[in-house]
């Protein structure tokens, strides 16, 4: 059990037979009235987002949650493939799962929540940057720096990024997988 006190982003709750990870929280003192918590929940098994309310101090109960390293080997039909680096077991994973999928990389090492009693995985955590190629991008024209344009690039795990104009094919870019957006070439 926790009180509204140990709200922290990443937090994971037990409420309504789910199982919620804390995206953002807030605390609120009005003036006039009791103080409470807003707070925004996603879903760690649909993955939907909801919006709740909590009064100060009030109790709720923590899920215990566990990350565990694994590397990303394939795609295929019956979905995204995983080898725990630990024990070298396999474990294939709904796309659902994934918040971005078009960003993994085969080898690329990923951190999997797994919730610790049922032994159930959650949802499959992308470093916070990626480094991938791009395959194919318009040239840019020369001489048109003066406005922060972008277009769009393909990476080489088909995923579409917009880049700045300088940006040509064949480049190594740095890309920020909790948005998706392009962060910087890599030298």
Known sequence: M???????????????????????????????????????????????????????????????????PHQFLYADDMGYNFMDTETFEQISLEERLIERPKL???????????????????SVELPPFVELMITYTEPGIKGDTATNALKPATVETGATVMVPLFVDQDTLIRVDTRDGSYSERVK
Not at 6 to 22: A, V
Not at 30 to 56: E, I, M, Q, W, Y
Not at 106 to 117: F, K, P, S, T, Y
């Open 104 to 122: 993994l990389k085969d080898g690329q090492n990923v951190d999997i929540l797994v919730h610790a009693e049922t032994e159930t995985p959650l």
């Open 2 to 68: 926790a009180s509204t006190a140990d709200f922290k982003n990443g937090l994971c709750l037990e409420m309504n037979n789910d199982i919620f990870s804390i995206v953002e929280f807030q605390h609120v003192k009005p003036g006039k009235g009791a103080a409470f918590v807003r707070t925004k929940l996603k879903s760690l098994r649909t993955g939907k987002t909801l919006d709740k309310t909590f009064n100060a101090g009030e109790k709720v109960t923590t899920a215990r949650v566990e990350k565990r």
